[in-house]
């Protein structure tokens, strides 16, 4: 029976953000899988993140503590989750898996991937109207919701005005909500959005 792991050589992820490094086999009936590796080669040395053998799941590398995890009961999906990804984490990941056959022989596989991971700056952000749009009548409850692309945490900043006018400074968070809606709320309103 043909055995192989599949995954990509190169995979970028956004710092702060989570990714996954893809790592998988179609299981076959006769072959029951022993052990799981996941190790990493990067600036700050070499080690084992992960380790799953039939005493459990191990994160053997502090800095990874917490922020990694390999699907359960997912039959060959073998990818491992790192979550807030820091600038650390590039390196080279390699996944390796070793099976039994029947007869009691061990096979083993290896995949290495590369990974990068980039600072995004932030995009240019859109504001998306409630569902009454934007002309709206007195009384009505509505919201504006600002939206952005990057790396993560991004901020937000709502402003009544004219960017390049005289503006007032209203709240932070991405949505700005009306409860009651009066005939002076009527104008223009900006959003900022910003990251690190």
């Known amino acids: 029976a043909f055995l192989d792991l599949s995954g990509p050589t190169e995979i970028k992820g956004v710092w702060k953000d989570s990714i996954t490094l893809p790592c998988a086999y179609v299981p076959l009936e006769n072959l029951v899988q022993q052990t799981l590796s996941w190790t990493v080669v990067h600036d700050k040395g070499s080690g084992t993140i992960f380790r799953r053998d039939g005493s459990g799941d191990h994160v053997l ?44 022989s061990l096979i083993a596989k290896e995949i290495t991937i ?7 700056a932030v995009t240019k952000p859109i504001i998306r ?34 960017p390049e006018g005289k503006s007032m400074f209203l709240t932070s968070g991405a ?19 910003e990251n690190r």
Do not use: H, M
Not at 62 to 79: F, H, I, L, M
Not at 114 to 120: D, Q, T
Not at 175 to 193: H, I, K, M, V
């Open 129 to 162: 109207a409630g569902e009454l749009g934007l002309t709206i009548p007195a009384g009505a409850r509505t919201s504006l919701t600002c939206e952005a692309g990057g790396s993560p945490p991004i901020s937000y900043r709502w402003f009544r005005g004219a």
């Open 175 to 193: 949505e700005l909500a009306w409860s009651s809606l009066r005939p002076s709320d009527s104008g223009t309103y900006f959003c900022e959005a």
């Open 61 to 104: 590398l502090s800095e990874y503590r917490d922020r990694v995890s390999v699907p359960k009961d997912a039959p060959g999906n073998v990818s491992l989750l790192i979550l807030n990804l820091e600038i650390s984490d590039r390196g080279t990941y390699t996944c390796q898996v070793t099976w039994k056959d029947s007869n009691n």
């Open 114 to 120: 590369k990974l990068e991971v980039v600072k995004v």
